[in-house]
C-alpha cells in the first residue's frame, strides 16, 4: 500500500485538509523540539513552548504545571456533549544523538529518541485545528500535554492526581512506531502494553582466596544459581496461556580471577499484562532469591518495584477506533498487531477512564528511519504526524459532531 492511499482521509470530515494545510509548521515544532529536548522531569523549556503556541492558536483555557511540567488545555464545543482527552508526551531520553540530521539535537546526552517530539507537534497541530472548529463541537476536548513518560514514577498519575480527567468520558493516544511501516496503524483489543516492574537484588556472600572455596560463600556461584532458577518462574509457575518476562540484565561482582567474590548485584526486569501473574511473579521471584541464597548460605537482599502497570485497551472504544479508522482511512492498513513487552504509562489513564492506545507506523527505510526507539541513530517518518493527527481528528469528529457516523457508535456499545 502507498502512503498517499493512506493520507486520503475521509472526505466528509474537511478538517483533516486543514491538518494538511499546517503540516509544515508540524515539522517546525517537532525539529525545534528535537534540537532542544529535556529529560523527565526537567521539561520546562518544552512545556513553555507548548504554552505559547496553545495561545497563540486563541486557545485560552489552559492550566500549566500539572502534576509537574504538564499541561492541560481545553476547547469548549458550541453544544453540550461529552468530553474527549487527547494526550501526548514530551519528554527525551539520556542518550547521545548518533544521526546526521540537520535538526539534530544541541543538548549533548540528550535526545528525543522515543519520537515524542512528533507527539507534541501532532497534538498542537490538532489543537490548532479542533479550536478553529470548536463551534461544531458538541462536548469538549482536553488536550493532555504530558512529562516524564519515560521515567516512573511518571507524568501521567501525577497529572491524573492533579485532575486532568476531571469530567472525561473518554481518552485517546497513540505512539508512533518505527517499528511498523508509515501508512501503518496498529490497534490492539485488551492488554496491549505490559505492566514493567524493576528488580533489584543483592547477594551477601564471603570473601575468600580463590584456592579455598571451603572457608568462603561465592557470591558468583550462588548468584549464577539464582539467575538459572528465575528463569523457571515463567516456565513452571506462570500460566502458559498467559505472558511474563523475566530478564537479569545486570550482574556484577567480583574483583579479580584468584578471589572468591564477597557480594553480587543483579538488576533486571519483569513484564506481565495480568495483574494475579504480576503478584505470582513478584512472590516467586523473592522466595527463590532467598531460599536459593540460604540453601548456600549467603543473605539475600530483594527490591522489587513496580513500574507502570499494563495498557489496557477497552473493548468499545477500541472496536469504535477499528471502525473509525477504516472508514477515516481508504486502505486497509488498520491491523490488529500483537501485545507489545514494552511499558507505557498511558496504562494509568485508561485504569481511570474508558479510552483506547494504537500505534501510528513511523519506519521508512528510505529515510533510515527504522531504527528501534531508544536507538542513538533513532528517527521516524514526518508524515506519521498527518497520520495520527487525522486519526485523533476523525475519533473527536466521531464522538463530538452529529455528522459523525452514528452507526459505527450504536454498533460499538452493542
Ligand atoms: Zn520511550
Ligand atoms: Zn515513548
Redesign the pocket.
Known amino acids: 500500500m502507498t502512503v498517499n492511499a493512506i493520507e486520503k482521509a475521509a472526505v466528509e470530515i474537511p478538517w483533516m485538509n486543514e491538518l494538511e494545510s499546517i503540516y509544515d509548521s508540524m515539522v517546525e515544532w517537532r525539529r525545534y523540539l528535537h534540537q532542544y529536548p529535556e529529560l523527565s522531569y526537567e521539561e520546562s523549556k518544552t512545556s513553555a513552548f507548548i504554552e505559547d503556541k496553545l495561545k497563540s492558536f486563541g486557545i485560552t483555557d489552559i492550566r500549566t504545571n500539572v502534576g509537574g511540567f504538564g499541561i492541560v488545555a481545553v476547547i469548549h464545543g458550541g453544544k453540550p456533549g461529552k468530553t474527549v482527552a487527547l494526550r501526548a508526551d514530551f519528554d527525551a531520553?539520556p542518550i547521545d544523538e548518533e544521526t546526521d540530521v540537520p535538526y539534530k539535537s544541541k543538548v549533548p546526552g540528550v535526545m528525543h529518541a522515543?519520537g515524542h517530539d512528533g507527539h507534541t507537534a501532532t497534538l498542537l497541530g490538532v489543537a490548532k485545528v479542533l479550536y478553529h472548529h470548536r463551534k461544531e463541537l458538541a462536548g469538549n476536548v482536553v488536550l493532555i500535554h504530558q512529562p516524564a513518560e519515560?521515567n516512573p514514577p511518571g507524568g501521567a498519575q501525577a497529572m491524573i492526581k492533579d485532575g486532568c480527567l476531571e469530567g472525561v468520558d473518554v481518552v485517546l493516544g497513540t505512539h508512533l512506531w518505527s517499528a511498523l511501516p508509515i501508512g501503518t496503524i496498529g490497534y490492539h483489543k485488551g492488554y496491549f502494553m505490559a505492566a514493567s516492574d524493576y528488580i533489584n537484588i543483592k547477594i551477601q556472600g564471603k570473601g575468600g582466596h580463590g584456592s579455598a572455596p571451603q572457608y568462603s560463600i561465592d557470591a558468583v556461584a550462588v548468584a549464577s544459581q539464582v539467575v538459572n532458577q528465575l528463569q523457571l518462574i515463567v516456565s513452571r509457575e506462570v500460566d502458559p496461556q498467559k505472558a511474563a518476562v523475566v530478564t537479569i540484565g545486570k550482574f556484577q561482582a567480583g574483583v579479580a580471577h584468584n578471589v572468591i567474590a564477597d557480594t553480587a548485584f543483579l538488576e533486571g526486569t519483569v513484564r506481565t499484562f495480568d495483574e494475579t501473574v504480576r503478584q505470582k511473579v513478584k512472590t516467586e521471584l523473592t522466595n527463590i532469591v532467598e531460599k536459593v541464597c540460604s540453601a548456600f548460605h549467603a543473605e539475600a537482599t530483594v527490591e522489587y518495584r513496580f513500574g507502570y502497570p499494563a495498557v489496557y485497551n477497552h473493548e468499545k472504544e477500541t472496536a469504535l477506533f477499528k471502525k473509525t479508522m477504516d472508514r477515516t482511512f481508504e486502505d486497509k492498513t488498520i491491523v490488529e498487531i500483537a501485545p507489545q513487552m514494552g511499558g507505557e504509562d498511558f496504562s494509568y489513564y485508561l485504569k481511570e477512564v474508558p479510552g483506547t492506545f494504537w500505534f501510528t507506523g513511523a519506519g521508512n527505510p528510505d529515510l533510515e528511519a527504522d531504527y528501534p526507539?531508544?536507538h542513538p541513530k533513532f528517527n521516524f517518518d514526518e508524515r506519521v504526524m498527518l497520520i495520527a493527527g487525522k486519526a485523533f481528528l476523525s475519533m473527536v469528529h466521531q464522538y463530538l459532531c452529529s455528522s459523525g457516523d452514528k452507526r459505527l457508535t450504536e454498533e460499538s456499545n452493542g
Do not use: A, D, P, R
Open positions: 531520553l522515543c519515560e526507539h531508544h
